[in-house]
């Protein structure tokens, strides 16, 4: 069975592109989580999708910051016109029930704004 | 406003010692506490605790809760070199599965 996955893994990109972020989580878990993790921080929480619900995005920076859920399955994390503070870890998670306790999260995907 | 601290920062210590890591929460509407670890990038879930006073333990890890004082705390007795980590803690609360990290400690064992 495979976990959650992301991609890319890494990701350099300039300042002022769009970039985008992919995050399949396990298959069947309803709730699925981004979070962002700059250096030597905490991780900061972006936006929340469970099931069919609208998402909870109280978390997201700016409005440069969008993500979709299609399918209620794989899930997309838009950044526009990236800015050097983008750079950070991005974490994905997705879980089964509502609690963490069944959280997983995948490997991240590293963002380089340069 | 809500927040979470963790204390201490940092920490670094030999094969065999005990560790206490703490967590404090000023939160409206707490549900819930839990801890994580990370090594490289993904977290791994270690508890949640919700109750107060009451003990969570896997192996030589414990945590608890005290609501009244508001804190939690990670013990991790006989520390071994695969314990180096960031060990983070989140809360959340109720009406809402969002969770909130503090910005974690990071615990070097040395063999």
């Known amino acids: 069975g495979a976990g959650v996955s992301q991609s890319p893994s890494n990701k350099v990109t300039e300042k002022g592109k769009d970039v985008e972020l992919r995050c399949d989580p396990i298959?069947?878990?309803?709730?699925l989580y981004w979070y962002r993790q700059s250096l030597g921080q905490g991780l900061e929480f972006l936006i929340y999708?469970?099931?069919?619900?609208?998402?909870?995005k109280s978390g997201l920076p700016s409005d440069r910051f969008s993500a979709e859920r299609t399918g209620g399955s794989v899930s997309t994390l838009t950044i526009q016109r990236t800015q050097q503070e983008d750079s950070a870890v991005y974490l994905c998670?997705?879980?089964?029930?509502?609690?963490?306790?069944?959280?997983?999260f995948g490997p991240g995907t590293r963002l380089t704004v340069l | 406003e809500d927040k979470v601290v963790q204390s201490p920062l940092s920490l670094v210590v030999h094969e065999g010692d005990t560790v206490t890591l703490n967590c404090s929460y000023e939160v409206t509407n707490f549900r819930s506490l839990l801890w994580y670890k990370q090594e490289k990038k993904a977290p791994t879930f270690l508890f949640m605790l919700?109750?107060?006073?009451i003990e969570k333990k896997s192996g030589r890890l414990s945590s608890i809760l005290d609501k009244k004082e508001l804190f939690s705390i990670l013990n991790i007795t006989a520390t071994q070199t695969g314990d180096s980590a960031v060990y983070l803690c989140a809360y959340s609360t109720s009406g809402t599965y969002k969770y909130i990290f503090g910005t974690g400690t990071r615990l070097k064992v040395l063999a």
């Open positions: 298959s069947g878990h309803t709730a």
């Open positions: 998670a997705s879980s089964l029930y509502r609690g963490p306790d069944t959280q997983y």
């Open positions: 919700t109750s107060s006073g």
């Open positions: 999708f469970q099931g069919n619900s609208a998402p909870d």
